[in-house]
């Protein structure tokens, strides 16, 4: 049906790149020096070759699954490799993840050899292993003895077996779904999936036609960080440093240098709200300077607009970038072309000031169902406010009779080489989200403008009723809300209710000043039941929404919290996408107050 590019298989996309750049780094992970130790092309292709070896000597061929439960780290691309090289599926999991997820995923997708990162899991593991039928052996990465992946690869070492090729409808793995709702799923990607959306997405960025570094942030194990990042800088001759944690991105940058990342808005709000924090902090000549070079970037960019130019203006602005927005690009490696963002939407302002100190953020969206990506903003053509337009290959429909009839939005649905080959052992989910011609339904509602730019408004099995009989598409108002800088998070309730009401998370580190100045206690347990931070952050919150929603769609009561939403409690997926119900029910009395 689609003509696809070549190569169509990811074992050709490393087969290539190890025979053109073998001496090239590619994987950089950090020692107890706190430098890198780089794998180069050749390094790892020969590592690849020796597991792939070991893994036929225990029977692994076409259609056999090969689980891992590790983040991102060398084994575990050379475990997925490996596995590609035989014909077999490669099933990733998280290693922050509850054991009877893990245990699901492993019986549903009957893996037959299953990698561990560490003792801790493995010990797990081996509790219901036995109760797994068609899992036969259990390997570890860290250490060295006889059921290690060290061992497996030097056994292999002796039994080379050749890779073979697959077919571009050959099933490269399953991705299982968070589950926000249910069960997980397991979607169902081939080679051709990928690798179309490998070759499609690299068109969109000049910037890193020759590879480039990048520092892998986000997990492997979700098809966003695998495709746009593992593959892709595969296919290019990249190279890639691992972060060592969510706490330590900030010396990983500096170690790294990254000319490329591919990130979550998440990463450069907090960014953003850091330097406003430490310059309202300073205060004096530092924050006059920094607001001055502010106010001449945007001055600049509205004159560049309309062809014009002014010598103070661009002065004012080269002062600013020599001794502040240097600095500021240089804490961040020192060498950023640019960043892809995904998952949620960067605030067009935001994205406006790192365009205006010289990081461009590019705005993309996907799903796993499309392998992930479908639109993305890009250096030649972007819209501040937009996901993009659909990359290549790619159409966009959107469909108008879903919802409420007054808007100019529908649900997306997703034709191309992208979409999957369905959810494994799920036949009746599969046939809910396809359309009798081959599209994807993604539950996500949007709309596209004249120019194809795709804008998300929202997502379909999310919106509900007011008790007015009006539509409410919550998850576009806490995107909204989570733009205010005192708030962290927030959650939008009202279904079959006389209105919306809303449980928020402030920010506590942008709070921090204004408790001071105002003699409020910092603990965040006391703070959230500070009048004073209530009606700022409600007086906040209705202002910024007044005149985007209806008076109907704001919401009139508020809650603060402070316990954020994370893995941790249960309220939030791998893929940091909001587990509602849970909320929902772990606050169910604190929301029946609001209605009271």
Not at 158 to 182: E, K, R, W
Request: glycine share 10%.
């Amino acid at each position: 049906m689609y003509q696809l590019e070549k190569p169509d298989n990811l074992v050709e996309f490393l087969e290539n790149s190890v025979s053109r750049y073998p001496d090239n780094p590619l994987f950089g992970t950090k020692n107890s020096r706190g430098t890198n130790d780089w794998i180069t092309y050749k390094e790892v292709g020969e590592r690849v070759d020796n597991l792939r070896g070991g893994l036929a000597q225990l029977g692994i061929g076409k259609d056999d699954a090969v689980g891992i439960i590790a983040n991102n780290r060398v084994e575990w691309a050379v475990a997925a490799f490996a596995t590609y090289g035989l014909g077999g599926r490669y099933i990733p999991m998280y290693e922050a993840e509850l054991m009877q997820v893990w245990e699901y995923i492993i019986r549903d997708s009957s893996v037959k050899v299953l990698f561990v990162s560490k003792a801790e899991i493995y010990e797990k593991v081996k509790t219901f292993a036995k109760d797994i039928p068609t899992l036969e052996k259990i390997f570890m990465i860290e250490g060295d003895g006889e059921n290690s992946m060290a061992e497996l690869e030097r056994q292999g070492s002796d039994h080379a077996v050749s890779a073979i090729h697959p077919a571009p409808d050959d099933i490269a793995g399953l991705i299982y779904t968070s589950g926000t709702t249910g069960e997980p799923k397991g979607v169902l990607l081939s080679h051709g999936n990928f690798t179309s959306n490998s070759h499609a997405g690299r068109k969109k960025y000049p910037e890193i036609a020759r590879g480039g570094t990048t520092l892998a942030i986000l997990p492997w194990a979700h098809s966003y960080g695998q495709t746009a990042e593992l593959y892709t800088m595969i296919y290019l001759g990249g190279a890639i440093g691992f972060a060592e944690s969510p706490q330590t991105i900030a010396h990983d940058l500096l170690l790294v240098r990254p000319t490329w990342l591919i990130a979550v808005p998440r990463v450069f709000n907090r960014i953003y709200d850091g330097l406003w924090a430490k310059m309202n902090e300073e205060g004096g000549p530092a924050r006059k300077l920094f607001v001055m070079g502010v106010e001449s970037a945007r001055r600049k960019r509205e004159l560049a607009q309309e062809g014009k130019s002014c010598f103070i203006t661009n002065l004012k602005y080269t002062i600013a970038d020599t001794i502040v927005f240097k600095k500021i690009r240089e804490k961040l490696g020192g060498r950023l072309l640019g960043a892809m963002t995904g998952s949620a939407t960067m605030n067009p302002d935001i994205s406006q000031f790192f365009f205006d100190i010289g990081i461009p953020l590019y705005d993309c969206y996907g799903l796993t169902e499309t392998s992930p990506a479908v639109a993305m903003n890009a250096s030649y053509s972007y819209r501040l406010g937009s996901v993009g337009q659909a990359i290549e290959k790619i159409r966009i429909v959107i469909d108008k009779s879903l919802g409420d009839s007054e808007k100019d939005d529908g649900e997306i649905i997703v034709y191309g080489p992208n979409v999957m080959q369905g959810y494994h052992n799920k036949p009746e989910e599969t046939a809910q989200v396809m359309t009798d011609d081959g599209g994807f339904r993604t539950g996500d509602r949007g709309r596209l403008d004249e120019d194809g730019f795709l804008y998300i408004t929202g997502r379909i099995k999310e919106q509900y009723k007011l008790e007015n009989g009006k539509f409410v598409f919550p998850a576009s108002l806490e995107e909204d809300i989570r733009l205010i800088p005192s708030v962290e998070n927030a959650l939008v309730y009202g279904e079959g209710r006389p209105y919306n009401v809303c449980l928020v998370i402030p920010d506590f580190v942008v709070l921090e000043k204004f408790a001071r100045e105002n003699s409020l206690p910092a603990d965040p347990d006391a703070l959230v039941r500070q009048q004073e931070v209530q009606e700022l952050i409600n007086r906040e919150i209705v202002q910024f929404l007044e005149g985007k929603y209806a008076h109907y769609e704001i919401p009139q009561k508020f809650i603060l919290l402070s316990e954020n939403f994370s893995l941790e409690n249960g309220t939030l997926t791998q893929t940091m996408k909001l587990k509602r119900r849970v909320v929902l029910d772990k606050h169910k009395d604190l929301i029946e107050s609001l209605y009271r």
